[in-house]
């Protein structure tokens, strides 16, 4: 037990290491550049010219956006922050198969990015008559 605290001892000031650096813009990145890994993302502070930790949405974790270099992504784990559904505007969504199962694309306007949604269980997904967003039944 001694071991593994101070393991997590030493570690801490590494992991810290990251929050706080200088920085300049707009520009975001995942804790120590790692994909998929952490639930927070490191935001450039314009102001203070460094880097602060920001939480991204329950359940998701961050991934450099790759529509973006120098900027980072919330997503859901395991998708590699690119659903392979492209870059969004707004409030849209779109069904990955209208009316043969519940899983639809949503955008993230903040990201810029569709994130992978499901309707409530046993519910299957239809796109609108717009074609800009869903409905379960």
């Known amino acids: 037990m001694v071991r593994i605290a101070a393991a997590l001892l ?3 000031p590494f992991a810290a290491m990251t929050a706080g650096q200088q920085c ?3 520009g975001s990145m995942c804790p120590n550049n790692q994909d998929g890994v952490s639930s927070t993302y490191l935001q450039c502070n314009s ?3 460094q880097y602060v930790s920001m939480n991204c949405p329950s359940g998701q974790v961050c991934y450099a956006n790759p529509n973006s270099p120098g900027t980072a992504m919330c997503g859901l784990p ?3 922050g690119n659903p392979g559904q492209g870059s969004c505007t707004g409030n849209t969504a779109k069904c990955v ?3 043969q199962s519940g899983a639809y694309y949503q955008c993230q306007n ?3 990015q569709y ?3 499901n309707c409530p269980s046993g ?3 239809y796109n609108n008559a717009s074609n800009t967003g869903v409905y379960c039944q």
């Open 10 to 12: 030493a570690l801490a």
């Open 115 to 117: 994130v992978n949604a």
């Open 78 to 80: 395991g998708t590699g």
């Open 123 to 125: 519910l299957k997904c």
């Open 97 to 99: 198969s209208a009316g």
């Open 24 to 26: 300049s813009g707009n």
């Open 110 to 112: 903040w990201s810029g």
């Open 47 to 49: 102001w203070t010219k």
